[in-house]
């Protein structure tokens, strides 16, 4: 299998918002559940939002109204509009995908990237 790959990481003030992207280049992820994870240094990695293949969307209380998950079957690929961010939004951002299980638990996923970082300034 060869793993996702996210983009779209950096640094922006508190209020500020970036886009996160996700490549999954095998086709048959566009038939799976993929996601988004975090990983703040020091804390565990959480999960942040997933969509199911028909677009059946779960997202972390902690997002909710200000990060929208999307993602286009077509290129295989998977997007994170996060507006309004927070400090504590600051971590390391993996895209994750799996076949079989699309909730917000890291265990259930098989295939995950590499990572990409979002910093969060006050």
């Known amino acids: 299998q060869v793993q996702p790959v996210e983009s779209g990481g950096g640094s922006v003030q508190a209020g500020g918002s970036l886009n996160l992207t996700c490549v999954a280049p095998?086709?048959?992820?566009?038939?799976?559940?993929m996601g988004w994870f975090r990983e703040a240094q020091g804390k565990g990695r959480e999960g942040v939002a997933v969509?199911?293949?028909?677009?059946?969307?779960t997202y972390a209380d902690s997002v909710k109204g200000r990060f929208t998950i999307s993602r286009d079957n077509a290129k295989s690929t998977l997007y994170l509009q996060m507006n309004s961010l927070k400090p504590e939004d600051t971590a390391m951002y993996y895209c994750?995908?799996?076949?079989?299980?699309?909730?917000?638990?890291?265990?259930?996923?098989?295939?995950w990237g590499q990572g990409t970082q979002v910093t969060v300034s006050s």
């Open positions: 969509i199911e293949s028909d677009g059946t969307i």
């Open positions: 095998n086709y048959m992820y566009s038939r799976y559940c």
């Open positions: 994750a995908t799996d076949p079989y299980y699309c909730g917000l638990r890291e265990a259930g996923f098989n295939y």
